[in-house]
């Protein structure tokens, strides 16, 4: 049906996350229509990324640098740090602009069933960051599915003893109707209330 280069163009698209074979075709038709000038610069582009962008020595978020732009912040609270899964949870929560302090990136949750064993996360160096003292509290925002909480409560567990371990609630969205909510979302919207003023 196709030309093998095209026909290889988009059976690399389609192993991107989310893309689906008409996607896949629709984006390698609309690359072979753009002058090959563009198609160079996101060809560059995409190598410029994979060989320039690793991760933060201090709190594991995907960087160009040793250290992350938010790790070298001053102006960060110091004293704070939020645990997430990876730099996707960490710009969703950057996108608020509601929180000021540090990071942790784990870099995957704990799950026996697919051989994720807590030494292959980035458990350790959390572990040294918050017993060297200074942290006043450890947020843990991590999704409220099986493995994620095994790893919120195995890693609030392990800096427990040095600093104050919060976690992030969860429960019934803005704009949403408590008939529609499942009991799972609605027990963890009582167990996550505050005071009201």
Do not use: W
């Amino acid at each position: 049906m196709y030309t093998r280069p095209l026909a290889n163009l988009i059976e690399q698209f389609q192993r991107l996350p989310g893309i689906g074979a008409k996607t896949a075709q629709r984006l390698a038709l609309f690359i072979l229509k753009r002058p090959s000038t563009e198609v160079e610069a996101l060809a560059q582009a995409l190598l410029a990324a994979k060989e320039q962008v690793g991760c933060c020595s201090v709190c594991g978020h995907l960087s160009a640098e040793p250290i992350c732009e938010i790790c070298s912040n001053p102006n960060r609270d110091q004293s704070i740090i939020c645990v997430v899964i990876d730099s996707r949870d960490l710009i969703a929560l950057e996108k608020t602009r509601e929180y000021r302090g540090k990071y942790h990136v784990l870099g995957g949750l704990i799950s026996p069933m697919d051989g994720i064993s807590p030494d292959q996360l980035n458990i350790q160096s959390l572990v040294r960051r918050v017993s060297q003292g200074g942290i006043t509290e450890v947020i843990m925002a991590i999704s409220p599915t099986v493995e994620g909480e095994t790893t919120t409560l195995y890693v609030g567990g392990l800096i427990k003893p040095f600093t104050r371990v919060t976690r992030i609630a969860f429960g019934i969205p803005m704009g949403g109707d408590l008939e529609y909510a499942d009991e799972v979302t609605l027990a963890k919207a009582l167990e996550g209330r505050r005071d009201l003023i």
